[in-house]
């Protein structure tokens, strides 16, 4: 069974940083595609950042030299480094594995709340 459980929301100033942290089970965890999605009450679910098995990253223009993206292999988990936090980067925020047969799963989710 693959599960993926992240931590690390909670609420904080603009200007101030966090870091999430997705720690995944049951899953050939080196060889799958990791990412960070957000979303909104009303609105679809958008990707912030991702790193692939070989460690490349891409990011949301939106969080671009804020965020960082980053994975331990050794320990199954994934981060999000976030810093500079803005109001707008409030929203729930979840973990997302593709493994290399194309199957996909989501997290829980945790919620980010950055008080203006």
């Known amino acids: 069974q693959v599960q993926l459980v992240e931590s690390g929301g909670g609420l904080v100033q603009a200007g101030g940083s966090l870091r999430l942290s997705c720690a995944t089970s049951g899953t050939r965890f080196s060889d799958n595609v990791m990412g960070w999605y957000r979303q909104v009450a009303g609105k679809q679910r958008e990707l912030v950042a991702g790193?692939?098995?070989?460690?490349?990253?891409n990011y949301a223009d939106s969080v671009k030299g804020r965020f960082t993206v980053s994975r331990d292999n050794a320990k199954n988990t994934v981060y999000l480094q976030m810093n500079s936090l803005k109001p707008e980067d409030t929203a729930v925020y979840y973990c997302?594995?593709?493994?290399?047969?194309?199957?996909?799963?989501w997290g829980q989710g945790t919620l980010v709340t950055v008080s203006s």
């Open positions: 790193v692939t098995r070989g460690g490349s990253r």
């Open positions: 997302n594995t593709k493994t290399h047969l194309g199957l996909e799963f």
